[in-house]
Structures are given as C-alpha cells and as structure tokens.
C-alpha cells in the first residue's frame, strides 16, 4: 500500500466557496498526514465517494441541490462506516437539531484551526480502537440508545408539564444510561464552543436550556424506550441498577478523597456509563448477545464471550460510541479500561481505577449469584503497584453501604 493510500482521505462540503477557501487555507500544512478533498455541492460529494474511499465527510448542513440532511442520509446508508460531521452556523440551530440523528459530531461555522485540527485528530483516531469492521459499521449507525421505560415516561411528562425546571428534567437524565449519553454528545459538541468537557448531565441539560431539551424530546425524539420485544427486560433492569450503583459507589469514593465537586459529578457519570457497551451489544448485535450469554452460562468470562462472537468487548465498543459522539476523554477511558486498568497510564487515584474497584465490588454484592465480574477480577496487584492499596479496604466498606440488593448482569 502506497503513503497515499495509507493516509485518511476527509472530503469537505459546503456551497460557500469562501468557507472551503478557508478550511483549505487553515489545513494546509497537514496534506502530508491526511488527504484533502474540497466541494461546493452534495451532489459531487456523492461522485467523489464513489470514485474512493473517503474516510469522514464534513459538510454543511444548510445547501442548495443535495440539503445537508439528505446528504448525510445518503452517505450513512451508502457508506455507513464514514465518519459524519457536521458544519453549522448559530443561525441553524433548528435546523441543527434536526440533523442531530445523523452526525457524529458537529463543528461550528466559522471554526478555528486549533478547534477543527483537535476533532478530526480524535475522531480518525477512534480507526484503530476496533479490527472488527462490521461491529464499526453498525455502531457508526447507531442514532441513539432506549431508556428504560419508567425514566422515558418520567421525562415525556416533565417536559409537557408547565412547572417543571430545567434541573428537574436534569437529574431524570442523570439516572438514565442513554439519555446521559446523547445530551453530553450534544452539550460537547464544538458548535457550543465551551472552553471546558461538560461530564455531568445535569449541567448538560442546563447549558442546552429548558426549550432546547423539550425540542429534543417531543420534536426531535431524541429519546427512545425499550420495547418488550427487544430485550430481556430483568436483563435491562439489572444494567440500569448495575450502572447505578457503580455511579453511587464511584462517587462516594471521591468524595471520601476530597475530589472537587466537578470530579466527583465526573465519577458519578463515569460509574454510570462504563458498562454502555453491554447496552450497545444487547440492542444491535441480538443474535449474538444470545450466543455470548450462552457462552457465559457454559462458564466462560464475559470477555471471552464478546471477543470470541464479536471480535471485541464492551469495554471497546462502548469507547467506540463515545468516541464517535465527542463524549469526554475521561468517559471514554473509564469506558475503555474500566475491566485493564493496567492498561491506563496513570500513577495516582483516577476514574478508570476507581471504576474497576466499584464494579467489581457492585458485582460481588449482588444478589443473584450468577456473577460475571468473579472475585478474581479485581487486580489487587495493580493496586498494590500504584501504592494505594491502603485505601481498599474502607473502599470496600462504602461500596458495601452504597450498593444495595443489585442484582448481576448475566
């Protein structure tokens, strides 16, 4: 394979020849890591993707002969394992959310060189996470994830109800695995422009403000429920429950180190979503999430299940997903990591070991018997090596106080 061939081919679009004239002149000097191709309507974006392989596509959202949305549509249907960004002005912002299903992320017109660089750096970057290329195809596809059905019915009334506040409707979100994901999606976006990640979804909510989220929900649909079709519902309600209390734990464990507020909001949705992956698998892969849990009935470890059927786990499937939507850095590595935390590099108390710790001690307090994170996962010599290994034992006691009848995820 040539240098060429080997480089990442992005193929930008806008009918502003004056914005491609400017992205060409902010991009110049990266031609040799990266293939640059520059168009003015939809319609030759299409022929030129034809023509080759293109590996993310950023285009305008409002433009004449192919819109923006219909592009997307195309390409996501056509070439599924393509990266999709968004370009769009403060004057879409309706427009905006209404291509909210079809990027993975969006960059804000005008946009600075630093701003730009930095997301197309991580997003070609997420190319090496996973080998297996179907599981990258449909987690490309993927709008968004059900709620539990309690939680989506909670939130349909609030946003309908004249009385209910901002943070209201926050902390409903901030229960909920997949309803935490999407507005931390949004919330992170460049398009926003906010200096610092947003982890906490409350926050989130209250930065896109109370007409925005009841945009989302009603018009939008940014939201979905679980339909009793689609998965076992026990098997739902114990990830729900698991993520929880992992989030309950994590977060007692930062405040017992005198994280700063902000951390420790930080741990409470890293808790929560490092087992999003399962969630992932359940929903999109269902024959073989059946497989895996045959595999794991016969007494085989949960990763060796997902990476026998799959060609990879959760850990790096869920990564994948927030990765692909410019979830925080931190979020993706506890995600990531949460089951190696030797794999991290860190020397001091950080989310990806403390999320180990509490997993696997939520999995040891459950109730059912039937554990897929066996007492020998905890890797206490990981602990010992970082020399935190004295802070265990009263870590143990609150997670023992915050975990409380979970249930385990077969």
């Not at 905006?96 to 970057?125: D, F, G, M």
């Not at 994170?373 to 290994?389: P, S, V």
Request: some cysteine; overall charge negative.
């Amino acid at each position: 394979m040539s240098e060429q061939e080997k480089k990442n081919r992005i193929l930008f679009v806008d009918d502003e020849k004056r914005i491609l004239s400017g992205l060409k002149r902010l991009l110049y000097h990266e031609r040799d890591r990266w293939d640059l191709e520059f168009v003015t309507s939809g319609r030759e974006a299409l022929q030129r993707m034809h023509e080759k392989r293109m590996d993310m596509v950023v285009t305008d959202i409002h433009m004449p002969d192919i819109d923006g949305i219909d592009l997307l549509k195309k390409i996501k249907r056509q070439h599924p394992t393509v990266l999709r960004i968004g370009l769009s002005g403060t004057a879409d912002k309706n427009l905006n959310l209404s291509a909210l299903h079809l990027v993975h992320q969006y960059l804000p017109k005008p946009c600075k060189k630093e701003t730009i660089i930095s997301n197309l750096e991580r997003s070609l970057a997420l190319k090496n996470i996973m080998e297996a290329d179907r599981v990258k195809e449909i987690i490309s596809q993927i709008n968004t994830l059900p709620s539990l059905p309690s939680m989506y019915y909670e939130i349909i009334d609030k946003v309908n109800s004249e009385k209910s506040s901002i943070r209201e409707i926050g902390k409903i979100v901030s229960r909920d695995i997949s309803m935490s994901t999407k507005v931390l999606q949004l919330i992170n976006s460049a398009y926003f422009g906010l200096r610092n990640e947003v982890t906490d979804p409350i926050k989130a909510c209250v930065y896109l403000g109370l007409d925005n989220i009841k945009s989302l929900v009603l018009t939008v649909k940014i939201f979905d429920k679980f339909k009793e079709s689609d998965v076992n519902q026990y098997y739902i309600d114990t990830l729900w429950n698991h993520g929880l209390n992992v989030a309950k734990c994590s977060q007692k464990i930062a405040q017992e180190n005198n994280m700063s507020p902000d951390e420790i909001k930080n741990y409470w949705t890293a808790g929560l979503l490092h087992d999003i992956g399962k969630l992932v698998i359940a929903v999109n892969f269902p024959h073989e999430f059946q497989k895996i849990r045959a595999m794991v009935a016969d007494d085989h470890s949960l990763l060796t299940a997902e990476n026998t059927i799959l060609g990879s786990n959760h850990g790096e499937i869920g990564a994948y997903l927030m990765g692909l939507w410019g979830l925080p850095t931190p979020l993706i590595s506890t995600c990531a990591f949460h089951h190696y935390p030797e794999r991290y590099s860190a020397n001091n108390i950080n989310p990806v070991n403390v999320i180990h710790f509490a997993n696997a001690m939520v999995h040891q307090n459950g109730t059912s018997g039937q554990m897929l994170a066996r007492k020998g996962e905890l890797n206490q010599e990981y602990f010992q090596e970082l020399g935190i290994e004295h802070h265990l034992e009263k870590w143990e006691k609150l997670c023992e106080e915050s975990s409380v009848g979970v249930d385990e995820i077969q």
